[in-house]
């Protein structure tokens, strides 16, 4: 049976204000979520949470995101009981007074079953809008910097000739690639900003189309499978199994078309200004549109000729006059005979596209200002996609750009192509079966934190964390082991957490990199699936003292071990000065964290808010920089700034 939920709220703030409390797709901001996260290591974005009290694992799958119509869908993977299946909206609109936010739910689910989950989900929503009537100052993690690769122009020979600009410089193999194809009055020098910032992430190349920059034509008509050859061609000459095409206008018309004729080669798509091309317009309009753009050049012209015309049509308002001198050489540097090739394989699309059949996440773009591919066209059909279960749409728009928003907003499109390529990157070499393993292998240690949170360990049952996995017992004990095994892995996981920014320190500087430490052990052991385990070790301590001691071995102690190792590395640098870092360790801990988590561990429903941690690890830091650092004065004022920064929402 269906049934469909939809529920409303008004609020003052602004949709941008909103929109930054719910854009990281983390539900850990909702008053019903213990905890969230993000999981890692997908092509795709999927959150987890605490379900019911059973202890079931919710996961659902961003389907839909647009940051600029303030708009997310996504639908459940697992974790509710008899659902067929539960696709949610969120909305966040203007309104007179402030936004208007929606919420809606889809739910086909069996008969005895389907009014309870609509219930439970009307209780989540409205609990959730109430949270974002008044949405809490958040201020988003800045992505990584995009740095610059060098460039470098090859010649693929054959007929035709393929002109090419690769990163980073000395590219020669790479399994995945990302594929630039520029517009009809454009070459693959349109494309250099996001070449040389994109390249960090995934090998990039540009390619000039056939006839244009020092690409060469063939010997006919250039037809719709003469581009997908060369593109071909140019997977072969870099060895590349899969691509991410990324095309403008004409060349987002081939990207399409190519990527959905060869999916099994596809591993994305991103379409700036255009999709469909001609290919839904009938015949009468496409004769009429190519006859026209032909008439100046059955008069003799070149596309030099009318180039700044052209320029007038496809600039944005605000477009630089160094943006418009680019884009006026670019159209008149094409020969007549290249540009006629163009229209008339524009103008003759064997067929419309299909948009079932995209099985490969999908970005799409356009300018504000794009006046031959406006908003309303590109939104409706990134809708399009998404109504055809493409597995991830995003839409958005460049603000104050024309059509070739590459060129006229590169900062603002780099940004959005990097997010992109960092959610469809392979991030690993492991097969399926690896991944599907270790996907596998986190459940169940999920599943056993909050069995032992709840129960405490004499209290857990393997059945009863195999229920909460979704897994049998002997699947546990392939995985992982007996009981005792299943808690060492649990606390291992904890310690390899608290340790992570001190192994793999994301910052180069000391007092930053304590103070991302100091977030994350205080995230991590304020949790509260890890202080009731705290609490229930501590009760079972002289009952069962063999469980307490598993758990300071294997938990704080090598917590411990692993933060003196961190501090003897900066006394060897000459950064602190001390006689013992186990010791030294016991103090940074102590001193920025000891107060708030006694607290937490007697009064479970009073946990620090952020303002007193804050407190508490700004004051420990400093009494331990004063107190070790060599240079405390600089390290003190690096400290200044550096607790300046929006502490972390959660644990990554």
Partial sequence: MRETV????????????????????NVDWHPMVAWSEIEPSTAQIIRRFPGDDEGGIMRERLTYFSASDHTMAYEMVDGIADANSYKARLKITPSDTGSTLTWNADIDATAVRVAEIAKGTTEIFETGLSALVNPEEVTPTPAPPL????????????????????????LEQAETICLFLHGIGGNRRNWDPQVTALAQIMQTVAMDLRGYGDSTLGFAQSQLDDYFDDILSVMVKFGAKQVVLCGLSYGAWIAASFALAHRDKTLGLVLCGGCTGMSEADPDERESFRVSREVPLDAGQTPSDFAAGVVEIIAGPSASPEVRAELNASM?????????????????????????????????????????????EIRAV???????????????????????????????????????????????KKSPKTAKKTA??????????????????????????????????????QYIGNKEAIFAAVLDQGRTTILAP??????TSMVAVLWNFSWGYARYVLAPD??????????????????????????????????????????????????????????????ILSGPRSQALHFPQNLPDDAALTTSILNGLQVFLRAYATNPTTDLNTLANVSQQTPPRRLT
Avoid at 442 to 464: C, T
């Fill in 530 to 591: 890890n202080l009731s385990i705290a609490r229930l070790v501590i009760g079972e301590a002289e009952r069962v003292p063999d469980i307490a001691r598993q758990f300071h071995e294997a938990g704080p102690a090598r917590a411990l071990n692993g933060i003196a190792e961190y501090l003897e590395t900066l006394r060897a640098d000459g950064q602190l000065s001390f006689d013992r870092a186990d010791l030294a360790a016991e103090d940074l801990w102590s001193l």
């Fill in 382 to 428: 990134s809708h399009r996609f998404a109504d055809a279960n493409a597995p991830h749409v995003t839409f958005e728009v460049i603000a104050d750009a024309g059509h070739i928003c590459n060129l006229e907003k590169p900062e603002a499109v780099n940004a959005q192509l990097a997010r992109y390529l960092r959610i469809v990157s392979p991030p690993s």
């Fill in 440 to 477: 596998k292998h986190g459940r169940i240690l999920d599943a056993a934190l909050r069995e032992f949170s709840k129960n405490g360990y004499s209290g857990a049952s393997m059945q009863a964390i195999a229920r909460r996995a979704g897994v049998s017992k002997p699947t546990i004990y």
């Fill in 6 to 25: 939809h529920c409303i709220a008004q609020s003052e703030a602004a949709p941008e204000d909103i929109w930054a409390v719910v854009a990281s797709f």
């Fill in 332 to 376: 008149a540097s094409i020969p007549a005979a290249t540009y006629r090739d163009a229209l008339n394989c524009f103008c003759n699309p064997l067929e419309k596209l299909d948009f079932t059949k995209a099985s490969f996440p999908v970005l799409l773009m356009t300018g504000e200002h794009d006046r031959l591919a406006p908003p309303t």
């Fill in 502 to 507: 001190l192994k793999d320190p994301a910052d």
């Fill in 147 to 170: 740095t610059s690769s060098t460039l470098a122009h090859l010649t693929l020979e054959g007929t035709p000739r393929l002109g090419l600009t690769v990163a980073p410089e000395g």
